[in-house]
């Protein structure tokens, strides 16, 4: 098992920054692959972000390419998603989540944190 908290989220304008943390506990945190997702609503769970297990080989939607950074710290057991120029689009619940591949679909994750609001105003 292991257990994912995200925090970070929150209320800011466009062209702001924002940066999201996720702290992982339990079994061994260098041993998944990372990723990012988001769900705006009334809209299906959304890849954002991933990264391998050595925190190599980034990929990100196109939607967020050249704006967001996605980074771990397996010696702190936490995966970051740095969030520049946000956009109104940005607006959604964001997930981290672990897994065994760099995937960008939502079901090759097997564990999930809660969730945190990141709401941009125009």
């Known amino acids: 098992q292991v257990q994912l908290v995200e925090s970070g989220g929150g209320l800011v304008q466009a062209g702001d920054s924002l940066r999201l943390s996720c702290a992982a506990s339990g079994r061994t945190f260098s041993s998944y692959a990372m990723g990012w997702f988001r769900q705006a609503p009334a809209k299906e769970r959304a890849f954002v972000a991933a990264i391998s297990l050595s925190g190599g080989s980034p990929t990100y939607a196109d939607s967020v390419k050249g704006r967001f950074t996605i980074s771990r710290d397996n010696a702190k057991n936490t995966v970051t998603l740095q969030m520049n120029s946000l956009k109104p689009e940005d607006t959604a619940v964001y997930y981290c989540?672990?897994?065994?591949?760099?995937?960008?679909?939502?079901?090759?994750?097997?564990?999930w944190g809660q969730g945190t609001q990141v709401t941009v105003s125009s």
């Open positions: 989540a672990a897994g065994i591949g760099i995937r960008s679909w939502a079901q090759a994750y097997d564990y």
